[in-house]
């Protein structure tokens, strides 16, 4: 059997169990502990608040990601374009999943492919880490951005999965020297990102060494990638052990802080368990510059394009509301005292 095969299943089975089945953690995001204080008289104008930003040499309307999520199928190419077109009419970034498939199987490199109708967006391209302890590297990665012309790409990081999947690629021993090494030689940023356990502070700092010049903390609160594993299990010993595993993982607002502290500078993506404008608003609060979803716009995103945009339409409104409410004229404004835990 060729080895595409089973990623392409794999692929298809994702999307199949993510749109069907509970795969949320036992773990919550930890946004639900802080609250903005509210201000009765904010002496600003709803309409003309700012929630802009630039980042990697590309302008954003608002501080939303389209998490990385899927490719490699022919309904993922459907979703990706979707995802894309909606991003591309409210000037969000975007991350597609995986292109492992599309390395193995170059007839797969379309499903991921969403500059015909996303010609400005922020883009992330994304590989697996641990495939460089598989025969990947610098080529790969090349060929990953190339494949999407993307503007940066995302290396993710995923042992739990990998250690609780069928089959799994769990060789993560010196995985930073390699991911170093790709820092150097790649021309676009590398970002590493989990996949919904979270960052500590100790992979932050190493990772910080690496050279990457972001980090998506992806923390424990959403959708928990071992119980996807578990609902795909070929037998009962695989499905109990990745069972095991659904309340494992930082939740998200502590990874925030986790990073914040061991490299105050790194710029910082949040995901995991976020599940609107407010929880965004949140995570820049506590120190992150994007706030990224994706099973809000998975779901959307299997309907129609236009579905797309209203929840992106609708989650800028969240941040904006959220930021008139507690006097934050800007995004910054979010960062001074806004926010209080209890």
């Not at 590398?190 to 500590?200: R, T």
């Not at 959403?222 to 993982?249: C, I, K, N």
């Not at 368990?273 to 995103?301: Q, S, V």
Request: hydrophobic share 45%; proline share 3%; charged share 20%.
């Amino acid at each position: 059997m060729p080895k595409v095969a089973p990623i392409y299943q794999r692929k298809a089975d994702h999307i199949k169990i993510n749109l069907e089945q509970d795969v949320r953690s036992a773990v919550t995001s930890g946004l639900e502990n802080y609250h903005f204080i509210h201000e009765a008289l904010p002496e600003l104008d709803l309409n003309r608040l700012d929630t802009s930003l630039s980042l990697f040499a590309k302008k954003l309307s608002s501080p939303i990601l389209i998490s990385s999520m899927t490719g490699g199928t022919s309904e993922a190419m459907t979703i990706n374009q979707r995802l894309a077109e909606a991003a591309q009419e409210c000037g969000i970034a975007m991350g597609v999943g995986s292109q492992r498939a599309a390395i193995e199987n170059p007839e797969q490199a379309k499903t991921f492919q969403v500059r015909n109708v996303a010609p400005d967006i922020l883009l992330f391209a994304n590989l697996g880490a641990v495939q460089f302890n598989y025969g990947y590297g610098i080529d790969e990665c090349k060929k990953a951005v190339d494949m999407i012309q993307a503007d940066a790409l995302y290396l993710h990081l995923n042992p739990l999965q990998e250690a609780v999947q069928d089959a799994g690629d769990t060789n993560f021993a010196g995985i930073a020297k390699k991911i170093e090494e790709v820092c150097k030689k790649l021309e676009v940023p590398v970002i590493a990102k989990e996949v919904g356990w979270g960052i500590s502070e100790r992979t932050a700092k190493l990772l910080s060494d690496c050279g990457v010049q972001a980090i998506d903390v992806a923390g424990a609160g959403g959708t928990s990638w071992s119980q996807v594993e578990m609902h795909r299990a070929p037998d009962e010993f695989t499905r109990q052990l990745a069972a095991t595993f659904v309340g494992w993982g930082i939740p998200t607002a502590q990874a925030i802080l986790n990073v914040k502290k061991s490299v105050p500078d790194m710029t910082i993506f949040a995901s995991g368990g976020i599940k609107d404008g407010l929880d965004i608003a949140k995570c820049i609060a506590l120190g992150a510059t994007l706030g990224g979803m994706a099973g809000n716009f998975l779901k959307a995103a299997a309907i129609s394009t236009e579905k797309v945009v209203e929840v992106m339409k609708l989650t800028k409104r969240q941040i904006e509301v959220t930021m008139f409410a507690c006097g934050a004229e800007k995004l910054e404004g979010l960062q001074v005292g806004k926010l209080i835990s209890t």
